[in-house]
């Protein structure tokens, strides 16, 4: 047996396992359009597998705000899957629906202002989207040539330097965003631990700020990277394929043990 079987076979085996997967590039392909993407039916599959077993939570972990992650994972309300979204700012509980979170008035109003001035700003330029988010803005560049890409980066950087120096700044995939939250998939991932009353967490995710998960991460759980570059992630898979290929073993050891 290999290192990598060794570390599935513990957790899968585990008392109550919690499952948190980002979705951009870990389920659903990159798109350049973002509100098209969507698991794939394997990814689907799995997840639903999963999230039928005893003793398993399933959630989704991401960046995107709760109704835009809920619209693309086409999640309903009766599904047993758990969402944290807007890295963490917003949960979405199976049963009970999404729970509030704390607004601050002059936050928002600020955020208003910054994604009119962003998308003022970056208007003349090809290829960019702005994103209004639920607690700042993501700045798109998926479509755009590289000059363009950092014109767009630098404009959003400087707008937002000079009125919301504090704001969180993360970069991603063909992303740049910024939010007057805190919230991390970190912190996401340890509520969610709690939450569920997890033994062992497996958590997946493919870009930079899914490291920051995988980094907390302890003895017995399980971290796994899809695709290229460092990570700190115990487990690396080519794909999404990949991933799911790790999934599926998962939900088979965990309905060997139960039976």
Request: charged residues 25%; glycine residues 8%; proline residues 4%.
């Amino acid at each position: 047996m290999t290192a990598a079987d060794a570390a599935i076979e513990a957790v899968s085996t585990t008392p109550v396992l919690l499952v948190a997967l980002d979705f951009d590039g870990t389920l659903a392909p990159l798109v350049d359009d973002p509100m098209t993407a969507r698991m794939t039916p394997r990814a689907r599959s799995a997840v639903d597998a999963l999230a039928a077993l005893p003793d398993t939570v399933v959630a989704l972990v991401s960046g995107r705000s709760l109704g835009h992650l809920r619209e693309i994972a086409e999640h309903d309300d009766a599904s047993p899957v758990w969402i944290a979204a807007s890295h963490g700012a917003q949960f979405w509980v199976p049963g009970a629906g999404g729970e509030s979170t704390p607004d601050d008035a002059a936050d928002l109003a600020l955020r208003d202002r910054l994604q009119s001035a962003i998308t003022e700003g970056v208007a003349h330029l090809t290829g960019v989207w702005i994103e209004p988010k639920e607690f700042g803005v993501g700045v798109h560049t998926r479509t755009a040539d590289a000059d363009t890409a950092r014109e767009a980066r630098a404009v959003a950087d400087q707008l937002v330097a000079a009125d919301a120096p504090e704001w969180r700044r993360r970069t991603g995939h063909d992303i740049l965003e910024f939010a007057f939250r805190h919230e991390g998939k970190d912190s996401a991932v340890q509520h969610l631990r709690e939450r569920a009353g997890a033994t062992a967490v497996i958590f997946a995710g493919d870009d930079v700020t899914d490291e920051d998960a995988l980094r907390t991460l302890g003895a017995g759980d399980l971290g796994i990277h899809v695709g290229t570059g460092d990570t700190a992630a115990a487990l690396k898979v080519a794909d999404i394929d990949g991933l799911v290929d790790v999934l599926e073993v998962v939900a088979h050891q965990r309905v060997s043990r139960a039976q």
